[in-house]
């Protein structure tokens, strides 16, 4: 988690640097390229956030008292447990930095980067039921006389 932590930080500090970036000149083309550069680098670090989020929470999911009771984490049920359990934490997180961005208080660049965080937060929902389908669609295949041929 503590790799997401920084992922998530990292990505905070790209939306502000996005905000406050100046290229020093008249070029407008190397201003761009600047500014699509640090934007590139922002939505990257979102992605890293949301990949290292997912595979913490399957690795807590692999320990012995998870599987204990979900049995193992790549069966097809435990996968969409922990679908289900992250789309949980990100609408309570999402809440919660929506009521934050809500504040008379916070900046503009604090706003911005909370956008981000809840747009990575949308990430890993999405990567978190993909892979749910994806083991439903292995399984499914499986059972067919072309296995490989529905898995396309």
């Not at 201003?31 to 680098?41: E, G, T």
């Not at 204990?68 to 049920?77: C, H, Q, R, V």
Request: glycine share 4%; hydrophobic share 55%.
């Amino acid at each position: 988690f503590a790799l997401a932590v920084a992922f998530a930080v990292l990505t905070s500090v790209m939306v502000c640097f996005l905000r406050r970036c100046t290229v020093r000149g008249n070029d407008e083309s190397c201003r761009f390229i600047v500014r699509r550069a640090i934007l590139v680098m922002q939505n990257s670090m979102a992605m890293a956030f949301a990949w290292s989020m997912l595979y913490a929470a399957k690795w807590v999911s692999s320990t012995p008292r998870m599987t204990s009771f979900l049995g193992s984490p790549n069966t097809i049920s435990s996968r969409i447990v922990l679908a289900l359990a992250i789309s949980l934490f990100a609408f309570v997180l999402t809440r919660a930095l929506a009521l934050i961005v809500d504040m008379e208080s916070t900046g503009e660049d604090a706003d911005e980067a909370l956008f981000s965080l809840i747009m990575a937060l949308g990430l890993l929902v999405g990567f978190s039921w993909e892979q749910a389908f994806d083991a439903g669609l292995e399984a499914i295949s499986t059972e067919t006389a072309h296995p490989r041929l529905m898995q396309l």
